[in-house]
């Protein structure tokens, strides 16, 4: 037994082997360990790195291009939906509620089918195509030194091939068409930064000889209907029936256009209603009321809320908001809260069969003050 054991020895210096015992593979497997590390080109060792076979790389692949080239139709899709219905036109146009409504849900559908699919597709890479690592790193003093710093580039670049994104060039260009109508979306969206409205801000629908409905009704309002009440108050619009308002007054003419149609005894007029309606003009406030009614815009000059709380025995109009309040009896000018200015008053009148209509538009801009305000 002893003359075999040394016969299987190679050599004076080998050590002797106990029988049932493995033979020492320490040279093969750091042998192995070298050459899989010399033919490894990526930013971590070889032994911490972990590859997708093959085969998976390939499906991975195409199953991340197929999501990028729907997030490519996707943002596509956003661009033209931004298009289809714009802001004036003679037909769909975005200020009817019906199409607003549409076009909310397409630009919404689309740009979420866009970045869905870019977030699909790269989940699909990064689980399918780029490897995993199992990197222990001890903590180093800072700041990094020179060579580290030098080294970055280098390491940048192993990831970058080593993820697939510069050796699939299906994928690497289908996220790049992915990307880009999300790119360009941003400067379409620039469409809405102009033209300036212009003279839309400053004027609203009613002309004058304009009739008036009570709020949320198509009637018309008479003089005699707040002669029963002497402190009652009404909410009233332009009286549109025409064919430049197919669908009626639309939501933006609305919150110009509202008015407060107020009655109350004319002894409780107080200075204000002396005032020139404008700078310069000889008519005053008192001038354009009617047998002690008053119309105020009832949008609020504060921040445009709708200022629809009257006290019948002050006068005071207030806005629920932010308590601005408002004297009707004063020229609606402000005695309490934030608003800077008085309510715009809208002349009255009646017609030839006592309906009450207006007179011409507003003595200024209704609503909030915006950079074009200009008190004439």
Known sequence: MTENNNDNNTGDDAKERVVGTPTDTTDVVTETSAKAESEHNGPYLASETHQHSEEKQVRGEKLASVWFIIAFLGGVGFIVSYFLFPPTAAGPAIADPQIGQYSNVLLGGTLTIAMFGIGAGMTVWARNVMPHYEVASPYEDLPSSPEEKGSFSEFFMKSADESGFTKRPLMRRTLIAAMLPLGIAPIVLLRDTGPLPGEQMKVTPWVDGMHMYVEGT????KAEDLENDPYGMISALPALDDDRYPHGISLTDQAKSVILL??????????????????????????????????????????????????????RILCPCHQSTFDASDGAKVVFGPAHRPLPQLPIGVDDEGFLIAKGDFNEPTGPTFWEYRKD
């Open 218 to 221: 198509h009637r018309k309002i």
């Open 262 to 315: 107020i009655k109350m005894p004319e002894d409780d007029w107080k200075g204000g209603m002396n005032d020139a309606v404008r700078e310069g003009s000889d008519e005053t406030r008192l001038n354009w009321t009617h047998e002690g009614i008053v119309a105020y815009s009832k949008i609020c000059t504060h921040v445009g809320c709708p200022a629809a709380l009257y006290e019948r025995t002050t006068h």
